[in-house]
């Protein structure tokens, strides 16, 4: 099964940027999407962005649209999230998951790395 590794978490000013990277073992036909979500302390795990591994596609939560970018390159087999203008309330311990359909459920998506912690000081 795959396995994801998340890297690229830390502290950061409120306004300030970072750029997370989600490494995948290996790419399966059950990997059609890559989501990344964030879990804060006493909350439940919200999807922030998705892509497909395939053309590219893109969804955004509204709380981070216009800030966040997610991309990938399918030679490392990588994903990234590219996170601009942070926010103190982006303040969360951010997973990445992958699923084999386009989809918003969390329950859907598998695969779960131990997550980067990221937190946004105001």
């Known amino acids: 099964q795959v396995q ?9 000013q409120a306004g300030g940027s970072l750029r997370l990277s989600c490494a995948a073992s290996e790419r399966t036909d059950s990997s059609y999407a890559m989501g990344w979500f964030r879990q804060a302390p006493g909350k439940g795990r919200e999807l922030v962005a998705r892509i497909t591994w395939t053309g590219g596609a893109t969804a955004y939560a509204d709380s981070v649209k216009g800030r966040f970018t997610i991309s990938r390159d399918n030679a490392k087999n990588t994903v990234y999230l590219q996170m601009n203008g942070l926010k103190p309330e982006d303040t969360a311990v951010y997973y990445c ?22 937190t946004v000081s105001s």
């Open 97 to 118: 998951a992958t699923s084999n359909q386009w989809t918003q459920l969390v329950a859907r998506y598998f695969g779960w790395g131990q997550g980067t912690q990221v």
């Open 4 to 12: 994801l590794a998340e890297s690229g978490g830390g502290v950061v």
